[in-house]
């Protein structure tokens, strides 16, 4: 949050570097950090047919019927659609030129093919009748299938079997006061299964639409539409299917607002494609994940980042750029909750990936996502206890106003904040330029962080709390911003942090029973080498920060106080990871930039002299380790 005010407060900011030209190898013993763990998701259903699952209000489960396309052939009734005309075998069918429509319950199998045909079925509301689509091009000027009434009906793909089924591209049809609008629309429960094929041209409006619950539990389905491909009012719930959507809005919906168990989306497993000209997968509460394997894409996809469009002066501080427009273009959205659980999910979004108007929650999965706005936005909590998180382009990579991360692999690359604890809906967050906002907090209590930011890297508007894992920040040339920045100061107590990036405005991490060290040194280029060496020539840590930098900041548990450290720039070390990290191994070459003797707990050379917070005013000592604004 630093960034619109470094105009201001550059006046104020006094740079020291420290630097020497002594070079050398040092060598250490090869130990890689053990807080990094490794995730596998999975594609595979977590729901099976007969378990019931629940989470808090929502029924996620799945009938047994659901996912059973089995039918008796000999105990159906058939219906043969010709080009102008149908045919079918019982009187439970009344036909009308190529109009059909079906009115008890029971098993009816529909082949043929038609330009201008129609199935509507009108049944007892006890009634559950099956649809089985068996070679069937079913073309019409209005709605192709509705269901007008019924318990619940069921769409069954016949196996080895091409289906498809469009409406026309301009027409009015109700069912007393609801507008039909969907080639394929239900005002009954709605649930597809089977192994066959099926394509459904949304050519007015929506794909297929139910007023009630919408089950894809198998097939192979394509969806083409005008607008929704996908949308159930009351819920969505998805496994064992192959879908391919192309839609002209939203890809998947759930718009129940008005009762507080619906308006849920539930994907257990299934390969999923989306090409969305709005919001991936939307649902007004829960939006919930737990396997299968989901690409999508919105709008035009990420693009270039959207920089600069979050503040300005005339606003204030905004938490969130996030708004219920129409023009929402996210891939993930929930009114509520998104909860991930597994699977592997793949994103190219034009606006957020994942967005939730309250929490986020992720435990497993592999997500891998680039975005022209944030990455994960969440306007009040987002909690990370696993998986393996690649946001490869994003605005703000994290934001919400709580952060808690306590396991997973995580990369993030930002325009501007890596992790940003400001949250909050759209507009200004109540605070002035100077004060901290204690109720928000960035915490840390394991797992594995990458993060490179050209804004702040980690930023929190009140705390940032570290009691684990392994966070490593290439933050900022920008002397405007900091690798660290927390409005209400920074404690850690575990784990290890190293912060890289431009002394300006940097800031330390304060240690609490571990010690930190924050040092200004003299200008390395980016891809350089930063190691931290102990006076046996050990190496403590080693870190490659991708941009030019002039302040470090290291703390792990093997730094102790009394001890004498180097810090050595350049050379390179057999052990570090992909992204350029170590707790051992041997750096050969290098130069010693500066040398360190551990008198305390915490070590400050340099860097913001704003420090120890900016709460209320421009009080506290200059140059005092801890918090910044």
Do not use: W
């Amino acid at each position: 949050m630093k960034k619109l005010f470094c105009a201001i407060l550059s006046a104020l900011i006094i740079s020291t570097f420290a630097s020497c030209s002594d070079t050398g190898t040092t060598t250490g013993s090869a130990a890689k950090s053990s807080n990094v763990s490794t995730v596998s998701a999975t594609n595979t259903s977590t729901a099976s047919a007969a378990t019931k699952l629940t989470d808090g209000e929502f029924d996620l489960s799945f009938s047994e019927r659901d996912g059973d396309s089995s039918y008796d052939e000999s105990e159906a009734v058939k219906i043969t659609f010709s080009d102008s005309s149908a045919e079918a075998s019982s009187s439970s069918v009344s036909v009308s030129g190529s109009e059909v429509k079906i009115t008890e319950e029971g098993t009816y199998i529909i082949s043929g093919s038609s330009s201008n045909g129609k199935i509507t079925v009108k049944a007892d509301d006890k009634a559950k009748v099956q649809l089985v689509l068996n070679g069937l091009t079913l073309e019409s000027s209005g709605s192709a299938i509705v269901v007008e009434s019924g318990d619940k009906v069921f769409i069954t793909l016949a196996d080895g079997t091409e289906n498809t089924v469009s409406d026309g591209s301009s027409y009015s049809e109700k069912i007393g006061e609801t507008n039909v609008d969907a080639a394929v629309f239900s005002k009954s429960d709605l649930s597809i299964n089977g192994s066959g094929k099926l394509t459904v041209n949304g050519n007015y409006k929506h794909g297929i639409v139910s007023k009630d619950d919408l089950v894809i539990a198998g097939g192979e389905i394509t969806v083409n539409s005008a607008s929704a491909a996908l949308e159930g009012k009351d819920s969505v719930k998805i496994k064992d299917a192959t879908l391919t959507i192309k839609a002209g809005s939203d890809g998947i919906r759930s718009t129940n607002t008005e009762k507080t168990d619906k308006g849920f989306v539930y994907i257990a497993g299934g390969t999923i494609k989306i090409e969305a000209e709005k919001d991936g997968v939307q649902a007004a509460s829960l939006l919930r994940i737990d396997g299968g394997s989901i690409d999508i894409k919105t709008a035009d996809g990420a693009g270039e980042v959207k920089s600069g469009e979050k503040m300005g002066f005339n606003q204030g501080f905004m938490s969130s750029y996030d708004t219920e427009e129409s023009d929402s273009a996210k891939a993930l959205k929930a009114q509520k909750t998104v909860k991930i659980t597994g699977g592997q999910i793949n994103i190219d979004s034009s606006d957020d990936a994942i967005h939730a108007n309250e929490s986020v929650i992720i435990s497993d999965g592999t997500i891998t996502a680039k975005t022209g706005d944030d990455g994960i936005h969440a306007d009040s909590t987002l909690t990370i206890d696993g998986g393996d998180i690649t946001i490869s382009q994003s605005y703000e990579g994290v934001e919400a106003g709580e952060i808690t991360v306590n396991g997973g692999n995580i990369s993030v690359t930002a325009s501007d904040d890596g992790f940003n604890a400001g949250g909050g809906d759209s507009g200004s967050d109540g605070h002035g330029m100077f004060d901290a906002d204690t109720s928000k907090s960035l915490t840390f209590n394991g797992g594995y962080v990458y993060v490179n930011s050209d804004g702040d890297g980690l930023d929190s508007n009140g705390y940032l709390t570290v009691t684990g894992g392994v966070i490593l920040v290439s933050g900022p040339e920008n002397g405007g911003n900091g690798a660290l920045d927390a409005g209400a100061g920074s404690t850690i107590t575990g784990g290890t942090v190293i912060a890289i990036g431009s002394s300006g405005m940097a800031e330390s991490i304060t240690g609490d029973g571990q010690c930190s060290i924050m040092t200004d040194i003299s200008t390395q280029s980016g891809g350089t080498l930063c190691s931290l060496v102990d006076s046996n020539g050990n190496v403590i840590a080693s870190f490659t920060a991708s941009k030019q930098y002039t302040n470090v900041v290291f703390s792990t548990p093997d730094i102790k106080t009394g001890e004498t450290y180097t810090i050595v720039c350049g050379g390179s070390n057999s052990e570090t990871d992909e992204n350029g990290y170590a707790t051992g191994g041997t750096v050969n070459g290098g130069s010693e930039v500066t040398q360190i003797t551990m008198d305390s707990e915490n070590y400050k050379n340099g860097g913001s002299q704003m420090g120890g917070g900016m709460n209320g005013g421009m009080g506290g000592e200059m140059g005092a380790p801890g918090g910044g604004f």
